[in-house]
């Protein structure tokens, strides 16, 4: 048995660029990146970063192309391809790629979507106007309590 599967969480290093196969077909891609934190044998804390080049076609290749923009938070679902080229100067090229089958939009932070006309204003279509310093936190934080949880306060 064989497995070809990529699941990456990352953020897009760069704006989404969308074109078109000569058969019609839309192809969307962008390049993501993922961070690693470990700590070394000295106890220092140590972080990587990792590039991946993302390639999306078909219906999702439109809908990723008009709502991610750089810095969004994204998971991609898919698998690796390399495909090569012949270069100008007859040099060998090589491309390692994660062909997407499933793109989910992480956490939008400014509450509105990327239309495609450059604003990022921080406020919201839906949310009436409000200003940043109005909204909600975001979603991806959690605030803990300071004090100690205590067994006996627990129902169950």
Same mark, same amino acid.
């Given at each position: 048995? *064989?497995?070809?599967?990529?699941?990456?969480?990352?953020?897009?290093?760069?704006?989404?660029?969308? $074109?078109?196969?000569? &058969?019609? %077909? !839309?192809? #969307? &891609?962008? &390049?993501? %990146? #993922?961070? $690693?934190?470990w700590?070394?044998?000295? /106890? +220092?804390? +140590?972080?990587?970063? @990792? *590039?991946?080049?993302?390639?999306?076609?078909?219906?999702?290749?439109?809908?990723?192309?008009? *709502?991610l923009?750089? =810095?969004?938070?994204?998971?991609?679902?898919?698998?690796?391809? #390399? $495909?090569?080229? @012949?270069? !100008?100067?007859?040099t060998?090229?090589?491309?390692?790629?994660?062909?997407?089958? $499933?793109v989910?939009? /992480?956490?939008? &932070?400014?509450?509105?979507?990327?239309? =495609? #006309? /450059?604003?990022?204003?921080?406020?919201?279509?839906?949310?009436? /106007? +409000?200003?940043?310093?109005?909204?909600?936190?975001?979603?991806?934080?959690?605030? *803990?309590?300071?004090?100690?949880?205590?067994?006996?306060?627990?129902?169950?």
């Amino acid at each position: 048995m *064989y497995l070809n599967k990529v699941l990456l969480i990352g953020n897009l290093t760069r704006e989404p660029e969308m $074109r078109s196969l000569p &058969s019609g %077909a !839309k192809v #969307t &891609s962008f &390049s993501l %990146a #993922t961070n $690693r934190v470990w700590k070394d044998q000295n /106890g +220092q804390r +140590q972080e990587s970063t @990792d *590039y991946h080049n993302i390639v999306v076609f078909g219906r999702q290749a439109e809908t990723s192309a008009q *709502y991610l923009a750089k =810095g969004a938070m994204t998971m991609i679902e898919g698998r690796l391809t #390399t $495909r090569s080229w @012949d270069d !100008k100067d007859g040099t060998k090229k090589y491309r390692t790629e994660v062909v997407a089958d $499933r793109v989910q939009f /992480g956490p939008r &932070s400014g509450g509105a979507p990327n239309t =495609g #006309t /450059g604003s990022t204003s921080g406020q919201s279509s839906a949310g009436g /106007g +409000q200003s940043e310093s109005e909204m909600p936190p975001a979603m991806d934080t959690i605030e *803990y309590p300071d004090d100690e949880a205590n067994p006996d306060d627990i129902p169950f």
